[in-house]
């Protein structure tokens, strides 16, 4: 299985200020007769189910505010918030959905400092 | 609007069975794959277990293999889960989800289930 790990596991951000997020996998993601990294990122906030943030790990899902920004390639990768908002408290998660079992990382839990 | 409800969740005894339904509308069910996942409050996400459109590919995590197993119906836009040899550690919010090229777009808001003596 592909085992996925993220630092930090938890971070606190000034409102205004950048937050990244990193997220390693065992084993490379990209598959390479499309050139896709098969990582996806998600937002869970309390009481909620997780959200769907960004896919191929750079591709912002639609309604996601472009303030989320997901970069890397291989087994290396980063989600940033540009700007952190009061409503981006929550924890994200990393997924590979290379090769199954479809594995998650952690989690990261983003709060406000 | 595109909408998963799961339902089928509750306490149950170590060693027990339970199955999970998840009712799909808004979108084309038969054209989608399907997944499971699970989340134990507090701590993290656990993918479970994937079905293609046609029912004919499956695949599951190695800590349900064997127990669990995925179907759909799709005449009815519904996922099932039977969950058999329950056990303690299965205890978790339970989701079923839509997939996006293999990631997840669209989750329901979960169905509980615990496992107790």
């Known amino acids: 299985d592909i085992v996925m790990t993220q630092s930090p596991d938890s971070l606190a951000v000034s409102l205004g200020e950048r937050a990244t997020i990193n997220c390693k996998s065992s084993q490379s993601v990209l598959y390479s007769s499309t050139n896709k990294n098969f990582l996806a990122w998600y937002q869970v906030k309390a009481g909620q189910p997780p959200k769907l943030l960004i896919y191929w790990a750079s591709t912002r899902q639609s309604g996601v505010p472009d303030r989320f920004s997901g970069s890397g390639s291989g087994t290396d990768f980063t989600l940033t918030i540009s700007s952190l908002q009061a409503e981006d408290v929550a924890l994200y998660y990393c997924q590979q959905y290379n090769t199954s079992p479809f594995t998650f990382g952690p989690g990261t839990k983003v709060d406000i400092k | 609007e595109v909408q998963l409800v799961e339902s089928g969740g509750g306490l149950v005894q170590p060693g027990g069975s339970l199955r999970l339904s998840c009712a799909a509308s808004?979108?084309?069910?038969?054209?989608?794959?399907m997944h499971w996942v699970r989340q134990v409050p507090g701590k993290g996400l656990v993918w479970l277990s994937r079905i293609n459109p046609d029912d004919s590919i499956t695949s599951y995590a190695d800590s349900v293999k064997g127990r669990f197993t995925i179907s759909r119906d799709n005449a009815k836009n519904t996922l099932y889960l039977q969950m058999n040899n329950l056990r303690v550690d299965d205890t978790a919010i339970y989701y079923c989800t839509r997939g996006f090229w293999g990631a997840s777009d669209i989750w329901g808001q979960g169905t509980i289930v615990t496992v107790s003596s």
């Open positions: 808004g979108f084309s069910f038969s054209s989608h794959w």
